[in-house]
């Protein structure tokens, strides 16, 4: 493969145009990583394209958007991947600013009412709260999680319920009341076990299916559901 | 100079919404719907015709006459097809609330449609003969 075709979703909200398809020819190099072909669009053929990046090492989460079908990092895709022929959209069902980029306001207000950071009830220690080994292995899983939007995205739940908090900031939830550390299981449970918490979830895995960082995220949410139920039941 | 894509084929298959897109428990959660309302509007046409056959011992015979006519084995093909999906699948959907197979949710629903097309063909076998 020499070249490839790179379609790219374009829109600006100024300019009082329909969103379209530009379609450029790029040339391919070995190795070749989506983001890397929307840099050298931006480069050579045209400065207009807006898409968001940083770290380009698949870590900060920032360049998610819709590839071929599915939702992935632009940073973590290989074109040799996908064909002669990849399309880029930006991630669907959430407000599109302009070209690549979308609006996650909701998806971080949705994330903050899980309350995303640690409640312990003790004193500050001097250094540091240390944990067993043994205990943060029960969350090296929901760690991974980069906050891309990727799952949220994806979520048929999303796309229909407003309120529905998505993936993951249900998934954030489950990684403070699995960790040995945090004391506020009880607040966020009340928060998560409603119809906008982990009720609404069907358990339709896209979440799992698309999350770059192979989190089972739809595993979690059915350990919330256990631990909303037992806490109503006994 | 970028080239306007027009090709309607590469626009719907843009979309997450295309079917094309879907992963195995996007499907599973689709068809679980549609059989899901499948049936309920079964239930109300079900109601419908047995109610043909309550004017007297004759009607009755007759009813079961109809119902014995090829349209209407394979309409219930379709019913039965639909039925078997949508009770295995919400198998699945329970152990899922149990915790069981949540990390082999794909392989669960392969396994859901062998034990239906499974079933399925048995079905058909038995009524086939009466066609």
Redesign the interface.
């Known amino acids: 493969m020499d070249e490839f075709t790179l379609?790219?979703?374009r829109f600006d909200p100024e300019d009082g145009q329909e969103p379209?398809?530009?379609?450029?020819r790029v040339p391919y190099r070995d190795g070749m990583t989506v983001l890397e072909a929307l840099f050298e669009v931006l480069d050579h053929?045209?400065g207009s394209i807006a898409f968001r990046f940083s770290c380009r090492g698949a870590v900060c989460g920032a360049c998610a958007m819709?590839i071929n079908?599915?939702?992935r990092l632009a940073c973590q895709t290989q074109v040799k991947s996908l064909g002669p022929e990849v399309?880029v959209?930006p991630l669907?069902?959430l407000p599109v600013i302009r070209d690549l980029i979308v609006d996650m306001e909701p998806f971080w207000r949705k994330y903050e009412e899980i309350k995303p950071y640690l409640i312990a009830n003790s004193e500050p220690p001097e250094k540091e709260r240390p944990q067993d080994p043994e205990d943060r292995k029960k969350i090296d899983e929901m760690i991974n999680c980069i906050l891309c939007g990727a799952c949220y995205?994806?979520c048929?739940m999303v796309w229909t319920g407003e309120d529905y908090l998505g993936p993951a900031a249900l998934l954030k939830a489950y990684r403070f009341v699995a960790d040995s550390r945090d004391d506020a299981s009880e607040e966020r449970l009340a928060v998560v076990s409603t119809e906008k918490g982990v009720w609404r979830c069907?358990?339709?895995?896209?979440c799992?299916?698309?999350c770059p960082r192979s989190i089972?995220i739809?595993?979690s949410l059915?350990?919330l559901?256990?631990l909303a139920v037992r806490k109503a039941l006994f | 100079m970028p080239e306007r894509v027009t090709d309607p084929s590469v626009l719907r298959r843009s979309r997450d919404t295309w079917p094309g897109n879907y992963k195995v428990g996007m499907w599973a959660w689709v068809l679980h719907r549609i059989t899901g309302l499948g049936l309920v509007l079964y239930i109300f046409l079900h109601i419908l015709v047995i109610s043909t056959g309550l004017a007297g011992p004759a009607s009755f015979d007759e009813m079961l006459h109809r119902l014995h006519s090829p349209v209407f084995l394979v309409m219930d093909s379709v019913v039965l097809a639909g039925a078997l999906y949508h009770s295995l699948n919400g198998i699945r959907l329970l152990l899922f609330d149990l915790g069981i197979g949540v990390r082999r949710q794909r392989e669960m629903f392969w396994a859901v449609m062998v034990v239906a097309v499974a079933l399925f063909l048995v079905a058909v076998a038995k009524v086939a003969p009466l066609l």
């Open positions: 379609r790219i979703f379209r398809f530009d379609a450029y053929q045209d819709f079908g599915s939702h399309t959209s669907p069902h995205s994806s048929p069907h358990t339709v895995f896209n799992a299916e698309v089972n739809t595993w059915q350990q559901k256990k």
